[in-house]
């Protein structure tokens, strides 16, 4: 798919936006931003104005003629705000950008192959804003002074990244650097919607390029363009999902993954999931069709960062047990770690049906597996039913969840809070029963969104329902849509109860001691559960968005925020800071206290509760999980009628003698 010139912008339907529109920055130039050039001045700042009283520039022209021999590509995740309007950052951040690391190995691939001509050198930096406090000028004078010239992707935005990317790109575009903005926002509106949302739109008169679909394959037409100064205000490959095969692999450098608070690096073994849950942004992105990697390419990406001294990875596959390649990629893995001896572990996502792959959660033991994520969602088949969740079967949660633990597996379940069944004391009652009754370690909770992407958020659109206007609210902390039976704050209070309510002295002892019994490591277990409530409830952020130490800065705060006076800020910040760490201590006395009482209670004794008794016929009659709603009942209904129609069926088959080929 290339592109087509068209000349459309605002209020047109998506599909007159697809490739090329020629469109104008506010103040007239045409899109395609300016290079810097060099030679180096002693000021960038006084550099940038000279060049943008450059009749050339005025005009849009490219200056690419100029001597520069070094194109930088300076590659930026951005951060989302907080509910005061500044930046959410970590002296350390928790979890690794994939986004970066795919980007990362694609933009060294480019430099390598020289893709801008033989005597361009091709130089990449990377920022993730998580971890590291990014300042637009110092970056431009830097390049200035390099006497490069450069251009900024702002990489992997979500909808809650959007309005921080525009800021970044407006200051990025202020200096005339040209900046593309790619990633599931733009990907998911051009994929759903039926027009442009007026941010995008908004976006692309402010002369910053927006990139739907994946890049690989793509990048060196996109430098191209960057280099030469023709940069279209939107591509979209939506239509054109490349293939992952021989594709440059997902890397990291070790100097980014100190900046983690684990040094964990991360890569995608594929993408696409064949399911088709509404809420989810996805399918409708990477597809249902699983593209994936190859054994040799994965082991690749293990070796170079078992050289760097890296040997934990997330492999961020939203369904790993769905990309089709999953038996051959965990048998590399057993056999680096088995016949070489090579030492690294792996974290997972997978669906609740996983453990009915036959041998999938075996091999991930023996491939080193030791955590996984499950997108366990809801308890109530009603809940799971209207969102189109239909492979969750809430009769199969916890042979699952037990399978996980018999391979030493650490299970971390992800659950939606706001389907239209929940009221707060439904969601309440449900966690309780999930304490006593599934034997999963990590709870983590999340307001059900209408993503854009999503098939929710297409259909809620479409019917008019007011929605939240404002993107950075989209990061499933906030309530960005009405709920039929609980208003906005109560939701948004009943989310910040269930983490009080799941990680309880008692439930936090109770995991403990399950985790002794199973082999794993008590101190381990009681700090990743301190860390989980502490940053939901103390941080007030998602676990998955947060880190070590919260920095702020005065003057990184949303565009259209006044600054605050620097008493104001300061004093703030170090009561914030006092307050925060006397907090976390008295959480940390309390999560200590639990794992004393839970090691004294496991030297000898082993464990029975219900939640890690084996599976048994008599729980389907006996346990809150499959008795508590109608739908519950309903549920195990179709289940026993299932099981009994196959034993009639096999019965049947046993007396005509043919077994065998059912
Ligand atoms: C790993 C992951 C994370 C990690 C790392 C983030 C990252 N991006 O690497 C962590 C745990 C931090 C995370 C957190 C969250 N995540 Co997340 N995450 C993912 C996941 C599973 C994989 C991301 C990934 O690596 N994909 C593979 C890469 C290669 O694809 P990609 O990012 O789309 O990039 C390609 C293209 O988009 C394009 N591209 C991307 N950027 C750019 C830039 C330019 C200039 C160009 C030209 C091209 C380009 O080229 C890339 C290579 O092909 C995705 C789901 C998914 N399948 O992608 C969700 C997803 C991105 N996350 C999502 C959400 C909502 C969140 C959270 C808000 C969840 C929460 N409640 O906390 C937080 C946000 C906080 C934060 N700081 O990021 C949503 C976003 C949906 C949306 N419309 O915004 C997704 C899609 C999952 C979902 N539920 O639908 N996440
Ligand atoms: S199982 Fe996960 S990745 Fe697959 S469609 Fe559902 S939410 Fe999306």
Partial sequence: MGFRPQTAVAGRPVREHRGFIATT?????????????????????????TLFEDPRVRRGCTLQESAATTFRIILIKPSHYDDDGYVIQWGRSSVPSNTMAAMYGLATDCAERHVLGADVQIAVTAYDETNTRITPKRIVDALTSAGERGVVLLIGVQSNQFPRAVDLAVQFRAYGVPVVIGGFHTSGCVAMLPTLPADLVQAMERGISLYAGELEGRMDALLRDAYHGRLHPLYDFMKDLPDLQGQPVPYLPVAQIRRLSGARTSFDAGRGCPFLCSFCTIIN???RKSRHRSADDVERIIRANLAQGVHKFFITDDNFGRNRAWEALLDRMI?????????????????????????????AGRAGVDRVFIGLENINPEALEGSRKRQ????????????????GALTFAGYILGFPTDTAASILRDIRIIQRELPVDLLEFFILTPLPGSQDHKELVERGVPLEPDMNAYDSVHV?????????????GVYQQAWDAYYTPEHVETVIRRAADWGFDTNKI???MLAFHATATIERVHPLDSGLFRRKYRGDRRAGLPREHPMTFYGRYAVEIVWKYF????????????RRRATRAASGVPMRDVATEPIQATELNDLELFTVTAAARSAVDKVRERAERRAGVETLALREGSVGSL
Avoid at 345 to 356: F, G, R, S, Y
Avoid at 583 to 594: D, H, K, Q, S
């Fill in 25 to 49: 920055a506010p103040d007239g130039d045409a899109l395609p931003g300016l290079l810097l050039v060099a030679p180096p001045p002693s000021s960038g700042t006084a550099r940038m104005a």
């Fill in 285 to 287: 992105v990477q597809g």
């Fill in 335 to 363: 056999a680096l770690r088995e016949e070489e001896g090579l030492a690294f572990t792996m974290t997972i996502q997978v669906d609740t049906l996983c453990h009915k792959i036959p041998r999938f959660i075996e091999k």
């Fill in 392 to 407: 969750n079967n809430i009769t199969e949660y916890r042979s699952m969840l037990q399978a996980w633990h018999q391979v």
């Fill in 480 to 492: 960005t849509a009405p709920h039929a039976r609980m208003s906005k704050e109560e939701l948004a």
């Fill in 526 to 528: 009681k700090w990743m």
């Fill in 583 to 594: 907090l976390l201590l008295r959480m940390y006395l309390t999560y200590e206290g639990a």
